[in-house]
């Protein structure tokens, strides 16, 4: 009897708890940001262990992505799950994700809710547990950062530099190399520990065309393939079919300002598809 009674007890409090909830998307988007809270603040703490430099994971376009699917359901790209096109219609330039992973979690949650869901700061204020002054500064915190992210769109005259800078490496010309990146250019890798590669950004464009050059020395056979990154031209470096690296660019005014290399196979699982 007293378990039957604990039973009811449970519904009936259950039952409660429902109806105290007067907004039931305020209340979703309260618990989804506090979840959210607790993933960014684990994976701050997972990249401080990180080996080496850590980048967000570099994404392929539509027509990467479909490259082995046939026309079907969904279309020629051949994307069954709908979060699969989410993703990609969201891509930004590797740069932007960058200052993004840069915010604190608080930052980035204030930044994401006010600027793109428009939330009041009196509402994020109960998300955050801070004032909404506290919050208001935090979004503006985070604004100050992107405001040195250039928009995702490509440079003028990007892909023929992209293309250059592949035809210079494949014949480890580096006066070309040189010629195409800026004096103070600044090449970043990930590896995750998994594979070679620099655990510190080269910097300066002689250091990272020597250092281009000498990778073409290590790897014979390596095929290097034109391919739109996180939605702006980039290269990618296969070999034997197999997905090694994925390098994305910065320009201006014709030279590359940065370079960022991801060579972790655990981040290129979208580019296993970019196969003969």
């Known amino acids: 009897m007293g378990t039957a009674g604990t039973g009811a007890d449970e519904v009936a409090g259950e039952r409660r708890r429902r109806e105290e909830i007067l907004s039931p998307g305020a209340w979703l988007m309260t618990v989804t940001s506090r979840i959210c809270l607790d993933l960014l603040g684990s994976a701050r703490v997972r990249r401080e262990r990180y080996v080496g430099a850590w980048l967000p994971e570099p994404l392929p376009d539509h027509a990467e992505w479909g490259r082995t699917g046939d026309a079907g359901p969904n279309g020629p790209t051949g994307l069954a799950d709908p979060a699969d096109?989410?993703?990609?219609?969201?891509?930004?330039?590797?740069?932007?994700?960058?200052?993004?992973?840069?915010?604190?979690?608080?930052?980035?949650v204030a930044f994401v809710l006010h600027e793109v869901f428009r939330y009041p700061y009196a509402e994020i204020a109960g998300v955050l547990g801070r004032t909404p002054g506290a919050c208001k500064q935090l979004a503006a915190s985070a604004r100050r950062r992107v405001g040195a992210a250039r928009a995702p769109v490509a440079a003028p005259g990007q892909a023929e530099v992209v293309r250059h800078v592949k035809e210079a490496w494949e014949t480890k010309d580096i006066g070309a190399l040189v010629g195409l990146l800026d004096p103070a250019a600044v090449m970043t890798a990930d590896g995750g520990g998994m594979v070679g590669t620099v655990l510190r950004p080269v910097e300066g464009d002689a250091r990272i065309a020597q250092y281009m050059a000498a990778i073409a020395d290590k790897a014979p056979g390596l095929e290097l393939l034109e391919r739109s990154v996180n939605g702006v031209p980039g290269l990618v470096a296969r070999r034997a079919g197999v997905v090694l690296t994925v390098a994305s660019f910065d320009v201006f005014e014709r030279r590359v300002t940065r370079i960022w290399v991801v060579r972790n196979p655990e981040k290129l699982r979208p580019w296993v598809r970019d196969s003969p």
């Open 85 to 108: 096109q989410i993703v990609l219609d969201e891509s930004v330039t590797m740069a932007f994700l960058v200052v993004l992973e840069s915010m604190t979690p608080a930052e980035r």
